[in-house]
């Protein structure tokens, strides 16, 4: 193999016979240009649904507002009210994550995550008054003009900051990797509770799959759930969201950045295979309205 600085770039056999001898770069440029060109050329993954149950009807659609914790963890196909992909390891995992010990602890994290949620008072108090001062303008505010109502409200404005810097950066970041199309532009967070009731529809399923209880009245469950949940809500998209900047907040305890939301914001590759129709993901053919 001939080094670079024995070639003679005057003569093109000197230069001909040195590429011959770098073979093996050139085999691990074909190697990663190969690797690229296959993902680039693969479809997506479909997603997957059980056999067994329905992917259409109001039971299917209901259950679906589970579909970003479910497939995360993943604990069974979207459709699955009996979370049959648990196995024994899984499901000590999730009684000692949870403490799900009993039927009772079982009710109680749902009740929980239905009721108080994984709410703070302030955030929720912070996402009031951009609400509110977007029906007022007719239009998403911006950061400047969210601040200084937060601090027209009496809101700290160090916290404050900090709390609209984390959501806008999140939302952005949701948006680009999900789409535009998807997350459009005039789609913002107005609540953080799709996080706590997406996992309170999965943990229903849990509990089904611990023996804490049964289908029928996990269906139940669930669709008081939905019942009780989508009305601040408009659509898949905004619930998506919100479930997605939710689970970022609350585990980086409402810091974002670059670093946290690549660790937390995963769920942002099912959020989009669940908006696809061509992925057979539910929520692109399920309707957001019961």
């Given amino acids: 193999m001939h080094s670079f600085a024995s070639v003679d770039f005057n003569s093109i056999t000197s230069i001909f016979e040195w590429l011959i001898g770098q073979w093996w770069a050139w085999a691990v440029v074909g190697a990663v240009v190969l690797f690229f060109l296959v993902i680039w050329i693969l479809p997506d993954a ?14 299917a659609d209901e259950i679906a507002l589970g579909f970003l ?28 994550q949870w403490g799900v010990h009993t039927r009772g602890d079982w009710l109680a994290n749902i009740e929980r995550l239905t009721g108080a949620r994984r709410r703070r008072e302030v955030w929720m108090l912070y996402l009031a008054v951009r609400a509110e001062l977007a029906e007022r303008l007719g239009r998403t505010p911006k950061a400047k003009e969210w601040l200084a ?24 970041q949701v948006r680009k990797r999900v789409g535009k199309d998807v997350v459009t532009p005039d789609l913002f967070v107005r609540t953080l509770d799709g996080y706590a009731l997406g996992q309170a529809v999965a943990m229903t399923t849990w509990g089904v799959a611990l023996g804490h209880g049964d289908v029928a009245e996990a ?48 769920g942002w590759s099912d959020f989009k295979a669940a908006m696809s129709e061509k992925r057979n993901g539910p929520w692109a053919t399920l309707p957001w309205s019961l």
């Fill in 46 to 59: 479909k997603v997957k649904a059980a056999p067994e149950y329905s992917t259409t009807d109001a039971e």
């Fill in 69 to 96: 914790q479910i497939v995360n963890l993943p604990s069974g196909l979207w459709n699955d009210p009996k979370a049959s992909l648990l196995g024994d390891r899984e499901k000590k995992v999730l009684v000692e």
């Fill in 149 to 172: 109502a937060i601090v027209q409200e009496g809101g700290d404005k160090r916290d404050a900051r900090t709390f609209v810097t984390s959501i806008e950066y999140s939302e952005a």
């Fill in 219 to 266: 269906r139940g469950i669930i669709h008081r759930i939905n019942e009780e949940g989508r009305p601040a809500f408009t659509s898949w998209a905004d619930f998506g969201l919100s479930y997605l900047v939710g689970r970022v907040m609350h585990w980086s305890d409402g810091n974002v950045d670059e670093k946290s939301f690549e660790k937390f914001g995963d």
